[in-house]
């Protein structure tokens, strides 16, 4: 499906295409969460919370989806768990009853993480297919030994020296783009 339907159901407040999501993508969140000290109570609040920023954030200014909805929501609910995760707040639930907290603070620092994470994406993919797989492995944490391995190169050394360049070309990439600078200064 088309991410701009997901996201005017939601606006709209579809309940079957929300169930949908609900049953096809919570699991995956689910997984992500409880492998990253949190549980499924955990899971189902921050899956709620995303589903409400994009809400929030697409009545406030319509945007575009690049990628499919899923990765993107998926990748808006590692972010809202990553920063909870480093927050580190007390909290306070009450099983019986659970009522979405409009934080407008918290949502603006979820769209500039979102618009952040578009920039990276858009950049990378102007990068060389070699940097893209170099950088894919050095970013899931791949050792260098693999990462020769996997590429054919003839030492770490090499692979090393790859990566940094594959990092520069990057950080050159997004650096030049026009939107970086009003999301740095923010």
């Not at 991410?3 to 969140?29: C, G, M």
């Not at 909290?91 to 769209?111: G, K, Q």
């Not at 090393?160 to 990057?170: D, E, G, I, S």
Request: charged share 30%; with cysteine; hydrophobic share 40%.
């Amino acid at each position: 499906m088309d991410p701009t339907k997901y996201l005017e159901a939601l606006v709209n407040a579809n309940s079957k295409i929300i169930d949908q999501l609900y049953d096809k993508e919570l699991p995956k969140v689910t997984r992500f969460v409880m492998q990253n000290n949190g549980g499924q109570q955990d899971a189902e609040d921050i899956f709620q919370k995303a589903l409400l920023q994009l809400t929030t954030r697409y009545v406030a200014e319509p945007f575009e989806i690049k990628s499919s909805f899923e990765a993107y929501l998926f990748t808006v609910c590692k972010n809202l768990w990553r920063r909870e995760l480093n927050s580190k707040k007390p909290r306070v639930t009450n099983a019986t009853h659970l009522e979405p907290v409009y934080d407008p603070e918290d949502l603006a620092l979820s769209a500039m993480e979102q618009k952040r994470w578009d920039l990276f994406k858009a950049c990378f993919e102007l990068l060389s297919e070699n940097c893209k797989a170099v950088l894919q492995l050095f970013f899931n944490k791949v050792s260098y030994a693999d990462i020769v391995s996997r590429l054919g190169y003839n030492s770490e050394t090499v692979a090393r020296q790859r990566v940094f360049k594959c990092k520069a070309k990057l950080t050159e990439f997004v650096k030049k783009d026009r939107s970086f600078k009003a999301l740095r200064e923010l």
